[in-house]
């Protein structure tokens, strides 16, 4: 374990913004998290895993502790079913790779989503219908305080639309070690019917899909939509798709029968954050090297020395024009340091 000091955390997130770390650890053991959080020299810490989700709009102060903890195993399985147990440094689409490999269903429509596993709880992830939730089991998490390890189950981690316990309650108090998922091996439950899967699969000639034909069009999706943290600085969706009661709805789509809607209850309407975006005209904006990407407008990306100060300024003004044009509240999605 090695502390480094003023080092540079520009690949250390996704969108490539270039803030400073006062210092560093990285961790690849439980045991090096718990000593960690023992020092009394670092009382503030700052966790970093992948760096999908989130925008650094400053220099951290704090130690930056960075969850490199690998590890893929299977701890329980049936006939029908399997219980895997993925370290919280796993990348996020290496897992579900790995499952696809071994025939495991559950989360190919997750395919391609940036970010590491340790995260995934903490947004309660989700695309094309599917949520984190839907295949968790429970996941181990160490108390900042105390060093211990504790374990959530479903019920515990209080998931919502891209929220749970640890990002609201719980919000700084543990650090998430590892997650366990319930996949399965057989009958697997194939879900098309959410965005473009079927429009894909049919453009694929593909009938009968199977779980990898559908990871595979949702892989073709986002790629055909959204850029490649690799080439160009994004942290995917910034903004949570809204969702509004029905009467506020049907005065949008009165005003605007165009809208694209998803029903999530029967007094719930969830409407694409992207559509109302290009609706007020920042689709392929750029102001400096801060942009709103110009083929999916839910993405702000960053041509190469945007801050994560100009950055966030383009996110409130997206904001304030939505508000205004329809309004309707945009809430971010990413986890903003300023």
Known sequence: MNIVENISLKTYNTFGIDVKARFFVEITSLLQLQKVLELTAYPEHFILSGGSNMLLAKDIEALVVFINLKGVSVVEETENEVIIKAMAGENWHGLVLWALERGYGGLENLSLIPGNVGTAPIQNIGAYGVELKDVFVSCEAMNVKSGELLEFDKDACQFGYRESIFKNEEKG???????????????????????????ELHRQNIVHPTIKDISNAVIAIRQSKLPDPKEIGNSGSFFKNPVVGRNKFEKLQKAHPDMPFYETSDDTIKIPAGWLIEQCGF??????????????????????????????????????????????????EVNIIK
């Not at 998430?176 to 697997?188: F, M, Y």
């Not at 801060?290 to 904001?319: C, F, M, P």
């Open 173 to 199: 108090n543990y650090i998430i070690t590892s997650v366990k998922l319930k996949l399965t091996k057989q009958d697997h439950q194939l879900n098309t019917s959410y965005g473009a899967i079927e429009q």
């Open 283 to 332: 689709k392929g904006k750029r102001i400096g090297d801060a942009g709103v990407h110009d083929r999916q407008a839910l993405v702000l990306v960053n041509y190469g020395n945007a801050t994560g100060k100009e950055l966030l300024s383009l996110a409130r003004d997206i904001q304030k024009t939505v508000k205004k044009e329809f309004g309707v509240e945009l809430k971010p």
